[in-house]
């Protein structure tokens, strides 16, 4: 299985092919069946180590990292910038040699520099995982999220999706939209003209700023919240005013096909970007994305840590 897989580190999911996207969700597949048996654990990579390395707050993304290194059978240690020597002026890079020094094998890496994870990757020989690089890219969140449409639809080709609301600032939309066209799938961006403006459409993508006209054609609805913290200036009037016009209340859900699917990367703001019923309804597909991310995350650490010398 790993004999197409030909990269140590994952940075992004624009660089990756459909076949290697392909390989990465089939070899999550085994691995979800592994979460099924009595014994949920494999010895796939015992005898390495990985390195939890978040330099950014996250519940989702850590627990899972550290779970799939367990069911894997790693060796793991968890750092948080506040608990780093970072604080006192270290380097990233000293910082990940000094990790290198005591042999791990893997960094998962959250940074809020974009490109951070790839500083690391062409200056270390232990593989770099991508965790979330500011409003660059979150390549493992757009696997599952993948992952998540493939296993509730059957397919993700031919499909409509709709991601919406801070796009301009979210690495969860850009990693999505480099997967999903990859994988044949339509894709319209939707939120205020600040957040979504029209150059995205040089992606390949339809962008939108009429949520009304878009909810009653789609497959999928990705919401994401706004990025507050990487947000320089206000870019709409309010809270009030986003949620009167971009937000997914029950109302305007109506207008969803009974089958759409709802998604979010979490974190949610309730009655913000989601009306609350909505997030814990039948539509809602929120925690299978939690679930498979898992899954999701062991392949993605089996393919790159059999690169890893
Ligand atoms: N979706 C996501 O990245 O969540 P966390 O910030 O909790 O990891």
Do not use: H, M, N
């Given at each position: 299985m790993t004999a197409r897989w030909q990269r140590k580190d994952l940075l992004g999911l624009r660089e990756l092919s459909a076949e290697e996207i392909r390989l990465v969700l089939e070899t999550a597949d085994a691995f979800k069946e592994v979460g099924?048996?009595?014994?949920?654990?494999?010895?796939?990579?015992?005898?390495k180590t990985l390195v939890n390395l978040f330099i950014e707050p996250s519940t989702r993304t850590r627990t899972s990292f550290e779970l799939a290194a367990k069911r894997l059978s790693a060796d793991i240690v968890n750092i948080t910038a506040s608990a780093s020597s970072l604080t006192k002026g270290e380097t990233l890079k000293d910082t990940a040699r000094v990790l290198e020094a005591n042999h791990a094998d893997i960094i998962v890496l959250r940074h809020s520099s974009p490109g951070a994870p790839q500083f690391l990757a062409t200056r270390i020989a232990a593989s770099v995982i991508n965790a979330g690089d500011g409003a660059h890219e979150h390549p493992t969140q757009g696997l599952l999220d993948l992952y998540t449409i493939r296993e509730k639809k059957g397919a993700v080709a031919g499909l409509h999706i709709a991601i919406i609301g801070d796009?301009?600032?979210?690495r969860v939309a850009r990693s999505n939209v480099f997967a999903l066209l990859k994988m044949g799938a339509r894709v319209t961006l939707v939120g205020p003209s600040t957040l979504?403006?029209?150059?995205?459409?040089?992606?390949?993508v339809a962008v939108s700023h009429q949520l009304e006209e878009v909810l009653p054609q789609v497959d999928v609805v990705n919401l994401l919240r706004i990025q507050h913290e990487r947000q320089?200036?206000?870019?709409?009037?309010?809270l009030g005013e986003y949620i009167r016009l971009f937000g997914l209340t029950k109302e305007r859900a109506?207008?969803?096909?009974?089958?759409c699917l709802i998604m979010h990367p979490g974190p949610i703001n309730r009655g913000v970007e989601i009306d609350s019923e909505l997030a814990d309804g039948p539509q809602s597909v929120i925690l299978d994305q939690v679930t498979n991310g898992l899954a999701v995350r062991m392949a993605v650490l089996y393919l790159c840590g059999g690169i890893a010398t």
């Open positions: 099924t048996r009595e014994v949920k654990k494999v010895p796939a990579l015992q005898g796009i301009l600032f979210s979504v403006p029209r150059e995205f459409e040089q992606l390949g320089r200036k206000e870019y709409f009037p309010g109506k207008l969803l096909k009974p089958d």
